[in-house]
């Protein structure tokens, strides 16, 4: 990748930046990335960190002068207060500076630290994912870093547009509460035109007066599916039930002349029996084979191993090597492409070096 080749990104960790810091990697800037944060997997620290320089967090904060110096952006994470002092800012004009904090600069709750797992709790997002009847659950690994990560990314860019216009570089403030808000937004929409709070659902996707379902036992796995208000795409697949001798009242159904949203949820769990005793006697290929060809809107569920080894998706070149001191993994490849296309060349997971062994930004490059 070579959109942003050139540019120096100093990236000063702690969860929030570095999914944003990785993301400039992929684009092509030099960066060279310090980490308080504990330390993670050994998975955990590829995933996030390669495609980075990695250094020694310094004794002595005033060690970054002279990487800073020679900087385009600063990505600096206070999930756990502020790093640079401001002093060691002045004079740097041309500078991008984005600061991801938990929570938003000026309010009652700035400076204030957190984790992912409080960031998700906040925002929501552990309020709706679950059975109603069970504690809350938070989604897998550590979303809320990842989804500030993507705002700090796209705010460096943003200011770095401003800077080709205007020659001079800015302080970008990200909140990580914020950022992860942003993928609730469907609640907050919700509230606002209707005033009703959402809840967790379980496998239910809650609309009118009922819910349906969205993830289905097939023979082989498991497929997601909802019956929803498209007449269209209920006929298709209450026809291929019918060659099948197994549509029972859904043959009945005017599809037209109905809302599912406003059926019964009596009703609705009657007919999604006879959905559920078709799919579980076939396989996720067949299903979804019929699902591409006449439109049923039916997406296959697949498992770690079978996302690895497809060949559709080493097709689309969606995995690319990442190479270490303890082997080679394969890990997805960056979000952006351009040009004539090709295979993503392989990027390295580099050991960490002392702060001192870094002989400036010329050597990296």
């Given at each position: ?14 969860g ?29 620290e ?9 250094a020694?967090w ?42 991801a904090?938990?929570?938003s ?5 700035s ?9 998700m709790?906040q ?14 659950l ?11 990560g ?21 302080r ?40 349906v ?28 039930l019918?060659?099948?001798?197994a ?6 159904v ?27 006697r ?15 809107g ?68």
């Amino acid at each position: 990748m070579s959109q942003l080749q050139g540019l120096r990104v100093l990236e000063l960790a702690d969860g929030l930046v570095d999914l944003g810091g990785r993301m400039l990697a992929e684009l092509g800037a030099t960066v060279v990335s310090l980490s308080r944060g504990a330390p993670r997997t050994a998975a955990q620290e590829i995933a996030w960190r390669h495609g980075k320089h990695r250094a020694s967090w310094p004794d002595d904060i005033s060690d970054l002068a002279p990487l800073l110096q020679d900087a385009d952006i600063l990505l600096e994470d206070r999930r756990r207060g502020a790093i640079i002092p401001d002093a060691m800012l002045l004079g740097h004009d041309r500078l991008i500076h984005v600061v991801a904090s938990p929570y938003s600069a000026s309010g009652p709750r700035s400076g204030h630290a957190a984790t992912d797992l409080t960031l998700m709790a906040q925002s929501g997002l552990m309020h709706i994912t679950g059975d109603p009847d069970r504690p809350p659950l938070r989604l897998p690994g550590e979303q809320a870093y990842a989804l500030t990560g993507i705002q700090v990314a796209t705010g460096a860019l943003m200011a770095l547009h401003a800077r080709h216009r205007t020659g001079r570089g800015q302080r970008v403030d990200v909140s990580a509460l914020q950022a992860t808000t942003l993928a609730n937004y469907r609640e907050a929409i919700m509230y606002e035109w209707t005033g009703r709070i959402g809840g967790r659902t379980g496998n239910r996707l809650v609309r009118g007066k009922s819910g349906v379902r969205q993830v289905w036992p097939c023979a082989d796995g498991y497929v997601t599916w909802s019956m929803i208000d498209n007449p269209n795409m209920m006929r298709a697949v209450v026809k291929v039930l019918e060659q099948h001798d197994a549509a029972g009242e859904l043959a009945q159904v005017d599809w037209a002349g109905i809302l599912v949203a406003d059926m019964p949820q009596d009703v609705i769990d009657r007919w999604e029996t006879i959905i559920e005793g078709f799919f579980a006697r076939h396989t996720k290929a067949q299903l979804g084979e019929w699902s591409l060809t006449l439109g049923w809107g039916l997406s296959v569920i697949h498992d770690l191993d079978e996302v690895r080894d497809s060949d559709h998706l080493a097709a689309r070149g969606l995995f690319v090597p990442i190479a270490s001191d303890a082997g080679t993994v394969a890990l997805p490849a960056p979000l952006f492409g351009h040009g004539a296309g090709g295979p993503v060349p392989a990027r390295m997971f580099r050991a960490e070096q002392a702060l001192d062994e870094f002989a400036g930004w010329g050597a990296l490059e």
